[in-house]
Protein backbone atom coordinates (compact mmCIF):
# COMPACT_ATOMS: atom_id res chain seq x y z
CA UNK A 1 0.00 0.00 0.00
CA UNK A 2 1.06 3.46 -0.81
CA UNK A 3 0.33 6.38 1.00
CA UNK A 4 -2.42 7.83 -1.39
CA UNK A 5 -3.91 4.59 -0.57
CA UNK A 6 -3.63 4.61 3.02
CA UNK A 7 -5.00 8.16 2.74
CA UNK A 8 -8.64 7.14 1.39
CA UNK A 9 -8.09 4.11 3.49
CA UNK A 10 -7.62 6.87 7.52
CA UNK A 11 -11.33 7.01 8.02
CA UNK A 12 -11.03 3.51 8.88
CA UNK A 13 -8.34 3.17 10.53
CA UNK A 14 -9.57 5.94 12.65
CA UNK A 15 -12.62 3.40 13.57
CA UNK A 16 -11.09 0.84 14.55
CA UNK A 17 -10.40 -0.98 10.78
CA UNK A 18 -7.06 -2.97 10.37
CA UNK A 19 -6.54 -4.08 7.10
CA UNK A 20 -3.11 -6.27 7.10
CA UNK A 21 -2.27 -4.07 4.16
CA UNK A 22 -2.82 -0.73 5.91
CA UNK A 23 -1.43 -2.47 8.92
CA UNK A 24 1.98 -3.12 6.96
CA UNK A 25 1.92 0.55 5.81
CA UNK A 26 1.32 2.15 8.90
CA UNK A 27 4.13 0.18 10.46
CA UNK A 28 6.58 1.27 8.09
CA UNK A 29 5.72 5.12 7.35
CA UNK A 30 7.00 7.65 9.66
CA UNK A 31 4.77 9.98 7.57
CA UNK A 32 1.54 8.13 7.41
CA UNK A 33 1.84 6.82 11.64
CA UNK A 34 2.22 10.90 12.38
CA UNK A 35 -0.62 12.11 10.33
CA UNK A 36 -2.95 9.65 12.24
CA UNK A 37 -1.60 10.54 15.40
CA UNK A 38 -2.09 14.04 14.72
CA UNK A 39 -5.80 13.14 13.55
CA UNK A 40 -6.29 11.22 16.60
CA UNK A 41 -4.92 13.94 18.69
CA UNK A 42 -7.39 16.30 16.85
CA UNK A 43 -10.34 14.22 17.68
CA UNK A 44 -9.38 14.00 21.16
CA UNK A 45 -8.92 17.60 21.85
CA UNK A 46 -11.93 17.98 20.62
CA UNK A 47 -14.02 15.79 22.56
CA UNK A 48 -12.70 18.10 25.67
CA UNK A 49 -14.47 21.05 24.20
CA UNK A 50 -16.84 22.57 26.17
CA UNK A 51 -20.65 23.36 25.89
CA UNK A 52 -21.51 26.71 25.68
CA UNK A 53 -24.24 28.35 27.67
CA UNK A 54 -26.61 30.33 25.98
CA UNK A 55 -27.16 33.88 28.17
CA UNK A 56 -30.31 33.88 29.68
CA UNK A 57 -31.90 36.46 27.71
CA UNK A 58 -31.92 33.54 25.13
CA UNK A 59 -35.12 32.00 26.77
CA UNK A 60 -36.56 35.47 28.14
CA UNK A 61 -37.12 36.32 24.49
CA UNK A 62 -37.76 32.83 23.36
CA UNK A 63 -40.59 32.48 25.51
CA UNK A 64 -42.02 35.72 24.46
CA UNK A 65 -41.64 34.60 21.16
CA UNK A 66 -43.94 31.67 22.03
CA UNK A 67 -46.49 33.91 23.81
CA UNK A 68 -46.88 35.92 20.81
CA UNK A 69 -47.31 33.13 18.73
CA UNK A 70 -50.37 31.54 21.13
CA UNK A 71 -47.86 28.36 21.51
CA UNK A 72 -48.10 28.33 25.13
CA UNK A 73 -51.33 27.47 27.44
CA UNK A 74 -51.71 29.56 30.19
CA UNK A 75 -49.08 28.96 32.77
CA UNK A 76 -49.58 28.26 36.37
CA UNK A 77 -49.09 30.69 38.89
CA UNK A 78 -45.13 31.15 40.17
CA UNK A 79 -46.49 29.79 43.71
CA UNK A 80 -47.45 26.36 41.99
CA UNK A 81 -44.39 26.01 40.54
CA UNK A 82 -42.39 26.55 42.87
CA UNK A 83 -44.45 24.58 45.26
CA UNK A 84 -42.92 21.82 43.07
CA UNK A 85 -39.48 22.49 44.10
CA UNK A 86 -40.29 22.43 47.72
CA UNK A 87 -43.64 20.25 48.30
CA UNK A 88 -45.61 20.88 51.04
CA UNK A 89 -48.89 21.50 52.07
CA UNK A 90 -50.66 25.31 51.70
CA UNK A 91 -49.14 27.43 53.81
CA UNK A 92 -49.97 26.66 57.35
CA UNK A 93 -46.91 28.35 58.76
CA UNK A 94 -46.39 32.16 58.15
CA UNK A 95 -43.92 33.60 56.88
CA UNK A 96 -41.58 35.89 58.22
CA UNK A 97 -42.76 39.59 58.13
CA UNK A 98 -40.29 40.57 56.14
CA UNK A 99 -41.71 38.27 53.39
CA UNK A 100 -45.08 39.65 53.75
CA UNK A 101 -43.77 43.06 53.30
CA UNK A 102 -41.92 42.17 50.45
CA UNK A 103 -45.25 40.41 48.76
CA UNK A 104 -46.84 43.70 49.51
CA UNK A 105 -43.80 45.65 47.89
CA UNK A 106 -43.78 43.17 45.02
CA UNK A 107 -47.77 44.34 44.50
CA UNK A 108 -47.65 47.94 43.87
CA UNK A 109 -44.12 48.01 41.57
CA UNK A 110 -45.25 49.91 38.29
CA UNK A 111 -45.59 47.02 35.20
CA UNK A 112 -44.96 50.05 32.93
CA UNK A 113 -42.45 52.57 33.86
CA UNK A 114 -42.11 55.99 33.89
CA UNK A 115 -40.08 57.68 31.33
CA UNK A 116 -36.26 57.73 32.02
CA UNK A 117 -36.35 55.51 35.12
CA UNK A 118 -33.50 54.15 36.27
CA UNK A 119 -32.34 51.72 38.11
CA UNK A 120 -29.82 53.33 40.38
CA UNK A 121 -31.43 56.69 39.78
CA UNK A 122 -33.09 58.07 42.67
CA UNK A 123 -36.77 59.24 42.50
CA UNK A 124 -39.23 58.00 40.51
CA UNK A 125 -42.08 55.83 42.23
CA UNK A 126 -40.55 52.56 40.39
CA UNK A 127 -37.12 53.11 40.84
CA UNK A 128 -37.60 53.52 44.66
CA UNK A 129 -39.84 50.23 44.75
CA UNK A 130 -37.21 48.08 42.84
CA UNK A 131 -34.58 49.45 45.73
CA UNK A 132 -36.81 48.47 48.06
CA UNK A 133 -37.68 45.36 47.31
CA UNK A 134 -33.81 44.90 46.64
CA UNK A 135 -33.18 45.56 50.04
CA UNK A 136 -36.27 43.65 51.56
CA UNK A 137 -34.43 40.87 49.67
CA UNK A 138 -31.26 40.82 50.62
CA UNK A 139 -32.48 41.36 54.80
CA UNK A 140 -35.27 38.22 54.12
CA UNK A 141 -32.43 36.34 52.87
CA UNK A 142 -30.22 36.93 55.64
CA UNK A 143 -32.54 36.28 58.23
CA UNK A 144 -33.24 32.70 56.14
CA UNK A 145 -29.66 32.32 56.25
CA UNK A 146 -29.72 32.92 60.24
CA UNK A 147 -32.97 31.38 61.09
CA UNK A 148 -34.07 28.69 58.77
CA UNK A 149 -31.96 25.01 59.94
CA UNK A 150 -32.90 22.63 57.13
CA UNK A 151 -31.96 19.11 57.86
CA UNK A 152 -32.02 17.13 54.79
CA UNK A 153 -29.03 17.59 52.58
CA UNK A 154 -30.72 17.16 49.42
CA UNK A 155 -33.16 20.05 50.19
CA UNK A 156 -29.86 22.02 51.13
CA UNK A 157 -28.80 21.60 47.72
CA UNK A 158 -31.41 21.69 46.06
CA UNK A 159 -32.31 25.41 47.61
CA UNK A 160 -28.66 26.44 47.17
CA UNK A 161 -29.32 25.69 43.29
CA UNK A 162 -31.99 27.59 43.02
CA UNK A 163 -31.25 30.53 45.33
CA UNK A 164 -28.21 30.86 42.67
CA UNK A 165 -30.41 30.58 39.49
CA UNK A 166 -32.66 32.99 40.66
CA UNK A 167 -29.65 35.68 41.42
CA UNK A 168 -28.95 34.76 38.19
CA UNK A 169 -31.95 35.80 36.35
CA UNK A 170 -32.34 38.72 38.97
CA UNK A 171 -29.20 40.10 37.73
CA UNK A 172 -29.53 39.66 33.95
CA UNK A 173 -33.05 41.35 34.59
CA UNK A 174 -31.67 43.99 36.12
CA UNK A 175 -28.55 44.54 33.82
CA UNK A 176 -31.70 44.66 30.98
CA UNK A 177 -33.26 46.74 33.11
CA UNK A 178 -30.87 49.28 33.46
CA UNK A 179 -29.76 49.10 29.79
CA UNK A 180 -33.49 50.14 28.86
CA UNK A 181 -35.45 51.06 31.44
CA UNK A 182 -38.80 51.43 28.82
CA UNK A 183 -38.22 47.76 28.12
CA UNK A 184 -41.55 46.83 29.84
CA UNK A 185 -41.00 42.82 29.05
CA UNK A 186 -37.40 43.34 31.10
CA UNK A 187 -39.37 44.41 34.21
CA UNK A 188 -41.56 42.32 33.81
CA UNK A 189 -39.32 39.40 34.05
CA UNK A 190 -37.85 41.45 37.02
CA UNK A 191 -40.71 42.03 39.02
CA UNK A 192 -41.42 38.18 38.08
CA UNK A 193 -37.66 37.42 39.32
CA UNK A 194 -37.96 39.11 42.24
CA UNK A 195 -41.71 36.88 43.08
CA UNK A 196 -40.01 33.84 42.56
CA UNK A 197 -36.61 34.81 45.13
CA UNK A 198 -39.70 35.62 47.39
CA UNK A 199 -42.04 32.51 47.32
CA UNK A 200 -38.60 30.58 47.07
CA UNK A 201 -37.70 32.56 50.36
CA UNK A 202 -41.21 31.64 51.16
CA UNK A 203 -41.47 27.97 51.02
CA UNK A 204 -38.52 27.81 52.64
CA UNK A 205 -39.19 29.11 56.02
CA UNK A 206 -42.74 26.77 55.20
CA UNK A 207 -40.35 23.75 54.96
CA UNK A 208 -38.08 25.22 58.51
CA UNK A 209 -41.79 25.40 60.68
CA UNK A 210 -43.06 21.93 59.48
CA UNK A 211 -39.90 20.38 60.38
CA UNK A 212 -37.85 20.54 57.33
CA UNK B 1 -38.59 32.42 31.44
CA UNK B 2 -35.51 30.72 33.47
CA UNK B 3 -36.27 29.58 36.87
CA UNK B 4 -35.19 27.13 39.20
CA UNK B 5 -35.00 23.53 38.31
CA UNK B 6 -36.16 20.57 40.46
CA UNK B 7 -33.38 18.38 41.53
CA UNK B 8 -32.60 15.59 38.26
CA UNK B 9 -35.03 12.93 40.27
CA UNK B 10 -37.42 15.28 40.38
CA UNK B 11 -37.77 16.69 36.90
CA UNK B 12 -39.82 14.71 34.09
CA UNK B 13 -38.62 13.05 31.50
CA UNK B 14 -38.09 14.39 27.74
CA UNK B 15 -40.78 11.77 26.44
CA UNK B 16 -43.26 13.14 29.19
CA UNK B 17 -41.64 16.66 28.39
CA UNK B 18 -42.48 15.95 24.47
CA UNK B 19 -45.72 14.95 25.16
CA UNK B 20 -46.87 18.10 27.67
CA UNK B 21 -45.38 20.37 24.92
CA UNK B 22 -47.64 18.81 22.53
CA UNK B 23 -50.11 19.98 24.34
CA UNK B 24 -49.16 23.82 25.02
CA UNK B 25 -47.70 23.11 28.71
CA UNK B 26 -44.95 26.15 28.84
CA UNK B 27 -43.85 24.15 31.81
CA UNK B 28 -42.67 21.41 29.09
CA UNK B 29 -41.36 23.62 26.64
CA UNK B 30 -39.25 25.41 28.92
CA UNK B 31 -37.98 21.97 30.30
CA UNK B 32 -37.21 21.06 26.63
CA UNK B 33 -34.94 24.18 26.10
CA UNK B 34 -32.91 23.59 29.49
CA UNK B 35 -32.23 20.01 28.30
CA UNK B 36 -31.12 20.79 24.42
CA UNK B 37 -30.06 24.69 24.62
CA UNK B 38 -26.24 24.35 25.46
CA UNK B 39 -25.46 21.84 22.93
CA UNK B 40 -27.99 23.80 20.63
CA UNK B 41 -26.10 26.76 21.26
CA UNK B 42 -22.38 26.13 21.42
CA UNK B 43 -22.58 24.30 17.81
CA UNK B 44 -24.16 26.89 16.40
CA UNK B 45 -22.34 29.64 18.47
CA UNK B 46 -19.22 27.57 16.84
CA UNK B 47 -20.64 27.74 13.27
CA UNK B 48 -21.16 31.59 13.26
CA UNK B 49 -18.27 32.64 15.90
CA UNK B 50 -20.84 35.14 16.50
CA UNK B 51 -22.97 35.55 20.54
CA UNK B 52 -25.08 38.05 18.94
CA UNK B 53 -26.14 36.08 15.80
CA UNK B 54 -25.73 32.44 17.51
CA UNK B 55 -28.42 33.51 19.80
CA UNK B 56 -30.94 34.75 17.20
CA UNK B 57 -30.19 31.10 15.08
CA UNK B 58 -30.89 29.14 18.53
CA UNK B 59 -33.98 30.86 19.03
CA UNK B 60 -34.91 30.25 15.36
CA UNK B 61 -34.09 26.77 15.71
CA UNK B 62 -36.09 26.44 19.16
CA UNK B 63 -38.66 28.20 17.73
CA UNK B 64 -38.88 26.13 14.70
CA UNK B 65 -38.86 22.88 16.92
CA UNK B 66 -41.79 24.10 19.21
CA UNK B 67 -43.94 25.23 16.38
CA UNK B 68 -43.97 21.84 14.54
CA UNK B 69 -43.49 19.78 18.12
CA UNK B 70 -47.36 18.23 17.66
CA UNK B 71 -45.73 16.70 14.26
CA UNK B 72 -43.11 14.61 16.13
CA UNK B 73 -44.05 10.94 15.89
CA UNK B 74 -40.74 9.74 18.20
CA UNK B 75 -39.55 7.69 14.94
CA UNK B 76 -36.34 9.21 15.47
CA UNK B 77 -34.66 10.72 18.57
CA UNK B 78 -35.75 14.04 19.38
CA UNK B 79 -32.49 15.36 19.74
CA UNK B 80 -31.64 14.30 16.33
CA UNK B 81 -34.74 16.09 15.20
CA UNK B 82 -33.57 19.36 17.31
CA UNK B 83 -30.53 19.06 15.34
CA UNK B 84 -31.68 18.78 12.40
CA UNK B 85 -33.41 21.90 12.50
CA UNK B 86 -30.81 23.69 14.20
CA UNK B 87 -28.21 22.55 11.18
CA UNK B 88 -30.89 23.99 8.34
CA UNK B 89 -31.32 27.59 10.37
CA UNK B 90 -27.47 27.32 10.39
CA UNK B 91 -26.86 26.52 7.05
CA UNK B 92 -29.43 28.56 5.37
CA UNK B 93 -27.77 31.81 6.90
CA UNK B 94 -24.40 30.66 5.87
CA UNK B 95 -25.33 30.08 2.46
CA UNK B 96 -26.99 33.42 2.12
CA UNK B 97 -23.86 35.35 3.42
CA UNK B 98 -21.71 33.27 0.80
CA UNK B 99 -22.67 31.78 -2.36
CA UNK B 100 -22.63 30.08 -4.21
CA UNK B 101 -22.38 27.11 -2.24
CA UNK B 102 -21.37 23.46 -2.29
CA UNK B 103 -24.24 20.29 -1.65
CA UNK B 104 -22.48 18.22 0.92
CA UNK B 105 -22.91 14.97 -1.18
CA UNK B 106 -20.63 17.01 -3.97
CA UNK B 107 -17.12 16.48 -4.01
CA UNK B 108 -15.76 19.48 -2.29
CA UNK B 109 -12.04 19.09 -2.87
CA UNK B 110 -11.54 21.50 -5.91
CA UNK B 111 -13.13 23.93 -3.93
CA UNK B 112 -10.93 23.15 -0.91
CA UNK B 113 -7.83 23.19 -2.74
CA UNK B 114 -8.59 26.46 -3.83
CA UNK B 115 -8.89 28.36 -0.74
CA UNK B 116 -7.20 25.89 1.58
CA UNK B 117 -3.68 27.21 3.00
CA UNK B 118 -0.86 26.85 0.55
CA UNK B 119 2.35 24.96 2.03
CA UNK B 120 5.67 24.68 0.29
CA UNK B 121 6.08 21.64 -1.58
CA UNK B 122 8.23 19.20 0.53
CA UNK B 123 8.21 21.07 3.30
CA UNK B 124 8.40 19.08 6.39
CA UNK B 125 5.15 19.04 8.84
CA UNK B 126 5.52 19.92 11.98
CA UNK B 127 4.49 18.78 14.85
CA UNK B 128 1.34 19.52 16.84
CA UNK B 129 2.00 17.65 19.32
CA UNK B 130 2.31 19.66 22.73
CA UNK B 131 0.85 22.69 21.08
CA UNK B 132 -2.87 21.84 20.76
CA UNK B 133 -4.49 22.95 22.96
CA UNK B 134 -8.35 23.83 23.81
CA UNK B 135 -7.99 27.80 22.55
CA UNK B 136 -5.59 27.02 19.38
CA UNK B 137 -8.37 24.66 18.40
CA UNK B 138 -11.20 26.88 18.56
CA UNK B 139 -8.96 29.27 16.68
CA UNK B 140 -8.63 26.38 13.60
CA UNK B 141 -12.33 25.47 13.69
CA UNK B 142 -12.98 28.67 12.79
CA UNK B 143 -11.25 28.24 9.44
CA UNK B 144 -12.97 25.11 8.31
CA UNK B 145 -15.31 25.14 5.40
CA UNK B 146 -19.17 25.66 6.86
CA UNK B 147 -19.86 21.57 5.65
CA UNK B 148 -16.76 20.35 7.55
CA UNK B 149 -17.42 22.28 10.81
CA UNK B 150 -20.51 20.94 11.09
CA UNK B 151 -19.66 17.31 10.90
CA UNK B 152 -16.69 17.87 12.66
CA UNK B 153 -18.80 19.83 15.54
CA UNK B 154 -21.37 16.85 15.27
CA UNK B 155 -18.94 13.71 15.41
CA UNK B 156 -15.89 14.69 17.30
CA UNK B 157 -17.25 17.71 20.05
CA UNK B 158 -20.90 16.42 20.41
CA UNK B 159 -20.12 12.55 19.74
CA UNK B 160 -22.83 11.96 17.16
CA UNK B 161 -22.70 8.85 14.77
CA UNK B 162 -22.32 9.08 11.50
CA UNK B 163 -25.61 7.78 11.19
CA UNK B 164 -26.92 10.27 13.23
CA UNK B 165 -25.11 12.78 11.38
CA UNK B 166 -26.25 11.25 8.03
CA UNK B 167 -29.82 12.13 9.60
CA UNK B 168 -29.40 15.40 10.65
CA UNK B 169 -27.50 17.19 7.75
CA UNK B 170 -29.57 15.09 4.76
CA UNK B 171 -26.57 13.00 3.47
CA UNK B 172 -25.04 9.44 3.37
CA UNK B 173 -22.88 7.87 5.84
CA UNK B 174 -19.97 7.59 3.44
CA UNK B 175 -20.46 11.07 2.70
CA UNK B 176 -20.01 11.74 6.61
CA UNK B 177 -17.64 9.73 7.08
CA UNK B 178 -15.93 11.48 4.13
CA UNK B 179 -16.54 14.58 5.44
CA UNK B 180 -15.06 14.15 8.69
CA UNK B 181 -11.84 13.15 7.69
CA UNK B 182 -11.65 15.99 5.57
CA UNK B 183 -12.42 18.27 8.41
CA UNK B 184 -9.37 16.28 10.50
CA UNK B 185 -6.83 16.67 7.89
CA UNK B 186 -7.69 20.43 6.92
CA UNK B 187 -7.95 21.36 10.89
CA UNK B 188 -4.39 19.49 10.67
CA UNK B 189 -3.00 21.43 8.05
CA UNK B 190 -4.20 25.02 9.82
CA UNK B 191 -2.68 23.90 13.37
CA UNK B 192 0.76 23.05 11.22
CA UNK B 193 0.40 26.68 9.05
CA UNK B 194 -0.63 27.79 12.87
CA UNK B 195 2.86 26.08 14.17
CA UNK B 196 5.20 27.12 11.36
CA UNK B 197 3.85 30.64 11.93
CA UNK B 198 4.72 30.64 15.50
CA UNK B 199 8.35 29.10 14.67
CA UNK B 200 9.22 31.90 12.23
CA UNK B 201 7.91 34.34 15.03
CA UNK B 202 10.20 32.88 17.02
CA UNK B 203 13.24 33.02 15.26
CA UNK B 204 12.94 36.50 14.06
CA UNK B 205 12.54 37.57 17.63
CA UNK B 206 15.43 35.31 18.25
CA UNK B 207 17.45 37.08 15.45
CA UNK B 208 16.10 40.53 16.30
CA UNK B 209 17.54 39.65 20.10
CA UNK B 210 20.68 38.99 18.47
CA UNK B 211 21.08 41.97 16.25
CA UNK B 212 20.31 43.87 19.38
CA UNK B 213 23.30 42.56 20.89
CA UNK B 214 25.91 43.52 18.22
Redesign the interface.
Known amino acids: MQCQEFDRY??QW??GERAPEAAEHFQACA?CS??I???E???S???????????????????A??EE?G???T??SLGE??R??FPAPPRTALATATIGALAALLLFIPQSPEPGISMDGGGSPSTWSFARVHDQLASAEAEAKRDVRLRDP?VV??YH???A??D??IG?CQRKVNEDPNDELARQ?LV??YQ?KTD?LSALSERDALGD | MARPRRSAEGEIPEAEAIRRAQGGDPDAFERLYRLHSRRVYSVVLRMVGNPAEAEDLTQEAFLQLFRKIHTFRGDAAFSTWLHRLSVNVVLMRLRKKTLPQTSLDEPADAEDESSGPKRDVGAEDPLIEGSLDRVRLERALVELPPGYRMVFLLHDVQGYEHNEIARIMDCSIGNSKSQLHKARTRLREILQDIERDRARQQRLEASEKTGSRE
Open positions: ATMERTKADLLIAAAATLPELDPPASLWISLHRLELLRRRRLEYEASQNLMVNLEYTAQL
